[in-house]
């Protein structure tokens, strides 16, 4: 192990500090050595005397003098180094002691310690035996002594021992303490020297030595402006100048190297070859640059390394190893060179294209100590010869695989060449194709102007387009569109043109196809609205300059959609080509039939009659025809449809402004016509445009009611056969600002219409529900809850997200859905029947009951109230009006109330207005009622609040 290296200012004071310890320790147990063994000796001595003088003084009669003997062993028990004093006779027993109570009981009862073998040697002895115990600190004394009386008898039964023991570790321990006190002014003066001679070390030796130390360092670090202070003694102060010396000689010498370093690296960097060194084992000693760059590899990594791990060569064409020209110089002292098919691969797979040459480097005798090595980049050349060939192979490859027809032409409009596919096309061989010889496929009525052109585009040397008839090889002549770029050199010396020919044959079929589908509707081949209106400004001119009356009709099919709906858009779209027959049929060739898109046709008779009279007649006939061939059979195969047509009939003489607004007219008369209950024909008035207007109106007001808060909730009881209620039908209300309440005949067909109905309908089953919640809380005990039907629109509940809604709904006011009846129409049944059924069996599985509104009015089917989940029916107004007075709806009532009956439904009689009619009702086992006999429709609020009351007044008090 290494032992660690100290400083000087600590080694001298340490190594005066150890020989002061030794000396000291030294003399230290030397003298209580020795005074250690004065004691030891004067304390044997003593102990031996008095054993003997205590022994005399028995055998002299002293047990009779008992006097003198206690005054002796008194007198030996002030020494403190005593601690035991005995003396015990042939029986064992004790005879004299310092304690009374000791006296004559055996020895071995009180020292169980005391050595009896010691005690009967001693018997036979006359002299004293001295031993040390306990680690020499404690000494014991023996003696001998005879009886008085008793000396003719043996010595075991004559003879007894005096035992004394001295107990000397204090007076060992006073004697080292004493010793070391007495030490401890020499100690002091040698740490003052020691102390002194360490502050001159350090102040005039260890600090200079450790200055010039870090000096030192700094100046191995390159700290080269370091210097030290040239003061002290001679011998540090003769240092300092000689490192000072030193650090500006180093300094020179380093600005000198710097400077040829630069001189060297600017040199070797300013290079655009890459230059690589390697001494005479070729292991890299220098690299610029550019060959860092090309090699992958930095110069700090690669010097060390030998030039194969580096410059890594092959073969450009299959990658064959290439041995590196270093190897050879070193062998041979030559220069050698690589030729240009070699590929340098750096350290990142990445391949550079490279021409390189070794060259020895020899000392001024001409030996060998190194090879450079110096290459460069031919990349972008390789690079540039290969794009080059790959232009011209790219071109060939696109002239003679794409589809244009490309030439070139010389100075004087000569073909010079012409790809494959100009070949193909025109069937001509190569001979042919070329010079003049060409000219001869083109069409000769275009070959004049064709040539016309091409003589101006050389003239001015600019470019050309040109469509012209070439004769294919099939022999017919097909269009080409030709164009043509002057071409130049490097020097903008012109050369003649190039250009390309494409076969626009199709295209101008094509753009004659497109024509007609801008004019013509794509599915019938009618005119489509932009030739209409073209051929209805016409017609308007036309009795502007002539006079005379012509009209136009608006032909839209009722209920279309169900037909796309139920059959699919294919047989829709043949739905469409007959009617499009249909109507062709029976106008004139003047006439024009037009489709608008969807189910919706126009039909323009530029002159029905000279006077305003007759062309309204004749314009009735014409609609009367066409919606009677709408009402024919629609049939197909195995489908068959019956359908009916709305028409809007307009006519103009020369006092219409444009074509858009008699279509608008023609408009809106049909939608007047569908409004009346569809398949009508209605003639345009001038009032018409005031109600389309007043209704766009309200479909405006109506998408800021919801958000304005305008719509308000109205309950109208429902009642038993006691006449009892048992609960309501929610009904609509529009408080308008302007125009007080609306009527919902006037603004919820709009709402259906525009789809506002889903948003208001959501808002209505919303705040029924809170309604009901409200209601079921303050309902006292003992009464049974009452039921809330809610009307739900067929857009609204056709909505994907209907079920989850309602869901929502339930599961955020918390009602009772047992409570809540939905009311749907018969229609909606009908249209969905499979989508309406599920969807009310998930309703249902919620607890909801539903009801069936207007019951009998639509499509009603027996067969499919068995398939649905309905708690009642809602017996349509229009029945309960007229009985029992018409047979007709009385006959209806009681076979839908016996039918009902037998299902299990209820069924909700409406519009129940006077007594005979209830009673009626009653007779025939009709089970609730609702209607202005009863109740009229109140605030939801106030309902509430009175049956709450009513409630209260049937509670028992």
């Not at 710097?258 to 890459?274: F, H, P």
């Not at 090595?373 to 790219?394: C, G, I, K, P, W």
């Not at 007047?672 to 209704?695: D, P």
């Not at 109140?938 to 009513?950: D, K, N, S, T, Y």
């Amino acid at each position: 192990m290494t032992l660690p290296r100290l400083s000087l200012r600590l080694m001298v004071p340490l190594g005066l500090s150890l020989l002061f310890l030794l000396i000291t320790a030294v003399s230290l147990i030397n003298g209580i050595h020795n005074r250690s063994a004065i004691f030891m000796a004067d304390s044997s001595q003593r102990l031996l005397g008095y054993t003997t003088e205590i022994a005399r003084t028995i055998e002299q009669g002293g047990l009779e003098g008992t006097g003198l003997l206690k005054a002796r062993v008194s007198s030996i028990l002030t020494d403190p180094r005593v601690d035991m004093l005995i003396a015990i006779g042939p029986d064992r027993e004790v005879l004299v002691s310092p304690y009374q109570t000791w006296q004559g009981k055996p020895v071995d009862e009180l020292f169980a310690e005391l050595d009896l073998t010691a005690f009967i040697d001693q018997q036979d002895q006359r002299l004293p035996n001295l031993n040390r115990l306990d680690e020499e600190q404690t000494l014991r004394a023996l003696q001998s002594f005879e009886l008085p009386g008793l000396s003719g008898r043996p010595r075991s039964e004559s003879r007894g021992v005096v035992c004394v023991r001295m107990d000397l570790t204090a007076s060992l321990a006073r004697i080292r303490n004493e010793a070391i006190l007495a030490r401890l002014p020499e100690a002091g003066v040698m740490l003052l020297i020691i102390l002194l001679t360490a502050w001159v070390l350090n102040s005039q030796i260890t600090r200079p030595l450790g200055r010039l130390r870090d000096a030192a360092m700094r100046l191995r670090q390159g700290n080269l402006d370091v210097r030290l202070p040239e003061r002290g003694c001679s011998e540090i102060a003769a240092v300092a100048q000689g490192f000072n010396a030193m650090a500006r000689a180093i300094g020179e010498a380093r600005d000198q190297l710097l400077q040829s370093e630069k001189r060297l690296a600017v040199t070797l960097d300013s290079i655009g070859d890459g230059l690589i060194a390697t001494d005479l084992d070729g292991m890299i000693t220098l690299m610029n640059p550019v060959a860092e760059r090309l090699t992958g590899w930095s110069r700090e990594e690669a010097i060390g390394k030998s030039i194969e791990a580096v410059f890594v060569i092959c073969h450009a064409n299959d990658d064959r190893p290439v041995a590196i020209p270093i190897r050879q110089v070193l062998a041979e002292g030559t220069l050698v060179g690589l030729a240009n098919h070699t590929v340098l691969t750096d350290r990142h797979g990445n391949r550079h294209h490279i021409a390189d040459s070794a060259a020895p480097i020899q000392h001024d005798d001409g030996s060998l100590v190194g090879v450079v090595l110096v290459f460069h980049d031919m990349s972008q050349e390789y690079r540039l010869r290969e794009a080059l060939a790959e232009s011209e192979q790219h071109f060939r490859t696109l002239a003679d695989n794409g589809q244009a027809l490309i030439w070139t032409a010389d100075l004087d409009g000569k073909r010079d060449y012409v790809n494959r596919p100009w070949l193909t096309f025109t069937g001509l061989a190569p001979n042919q194709a070329l010079n003049d010889d060409w000219q001869q496929a083109v069409h000769p009525d275009d070959l004049p102007a064709l040539q016309q052109v091409i003589v101006s585009a050389y003239e001015r040397r600019v470019s050309f387009t040109r469509e012209y008839r070439l004769r294919h090889r099939s022999g017919e002549y097909r269009w080409l569109l030709a164009k043509g770029t002057p071409r130049f050199n490097s020097r903008g010396e012109f050369l003649g043109f190039m250009g390309q020919c494409i076969d626009v044959t199709a295209d101008k079929e094509t753009a004659a196809q497109l024509e007609r589908l801008a004019y013509h509707d794509g599915l019938t081949d009618l005119p489509n609205r932009a030739l209409l209106l073209d051929r209805v400004d016409q017609a308007i001119r036309q009795r502007k300059r002539h006079g005379g009356v012509g009209t136009l009709l608006f032909v839209d099919l009722d209920e279309f959609k169900q037909i796309n709906d139920l059959y699919g858009h294919a047989l829709g779209d043949q739905v469409l080509m007959e009617v499009a027959r249909r109507l062709s049929g029976l106008v004139r060739d003047t006439d024009t039939v037009a489709r608008l898109g969807g189910d919706e046709f126009l039909v323009l008779i530029p002159e029905m009659a000279h006077d305003i009279h007759g062309a309204r007649q004749a314009a009735t006939i014409l609609a009367d025809k066409l919606r009677h061939a709408m009402g024919q059979p629609f049939e197909f195969e195995e489908f068959r449809h019956l359908a009916t047509a709305s028409v809007g009939l307009t006519l103009f003489a020369g006092k219409v402004d444009s074509a858009e607004e008699l279509v608008r007219e023609a408009d809106i008369a049909m939608y007047q016509a569908k409004r009346a209950g569809r398949n009508n024909l209605v003639n345009f008035e001038s009032g018409m445009v005031e109600s389309v207007t007043r209704r766009y109106r309200l479909e405006q007001e109506l998408k800021l009611a919801l958000e304005r808060g305008e719509f308000e909730l109205h309950l109208q009881s429902q009642l038993d056969r006691d006449e009892r209620v048992i609960g309501a039908e929610v009904l609509l209300r529009w408080r308008h600002p302007v125009r007080g309440l609306v009527s919902p005949g006037e603004f919820i067909p709009v709402a259906e219409e525009s789809g506002q109905i889903i948003a208001i309908g959501e808002w209505v089953l919303n705040e029924a529900c809170h309604l009901l919640h409200g209601l079921e809380q303050s309902t006292p005990p003992g009464h049974t809850g009452l039921n809330i039907s809610v009307n739900v629109s067929p857009r609204q509940f056709h909505t994907p997200d209907f079920v989850d809604r309602v869901r929502h709904t339930i599961d955020q006011t918390g009602i009772d859905p047992s409570h809540l009846m939905i009311e749907i129409t018969e229609n909606m049944l009908v249209s969905h029947a499979d989508d309406a059924i599920a969807r009310m069996r998930a309703l249902a599985a919620l607890g909801l009951s539903f009801s069936i509104d207007d019951f009998g009015t639509g499509y009603s089917s027996f067969a499919y109230l068995k398939r649905l989940p309905l708690s009642e029916i809602k017996l349509d107004k229009s029945f309960v009006d007229d009985v029992p007075g018409t047979p007709g709806d009385t006959a209806m009532v009681e076979a839908i109330l016996a039918m009902a009956n037998r299902l299990g439904i209820d069924v909700v009689a409406e519009g129940v207005e006077t007594c005979e009619q209830f009673d009626y009702l009653k007779a025939n086992d009709c089970t609730r009622f609702q209607g202005f006999c009863f109740a009229r429709p109140v605030p939801a609020r106030q309902w509430i609040e009175e049956q709450l009351e009513a409630m209260e007044r049937r509670s028992p008090t």
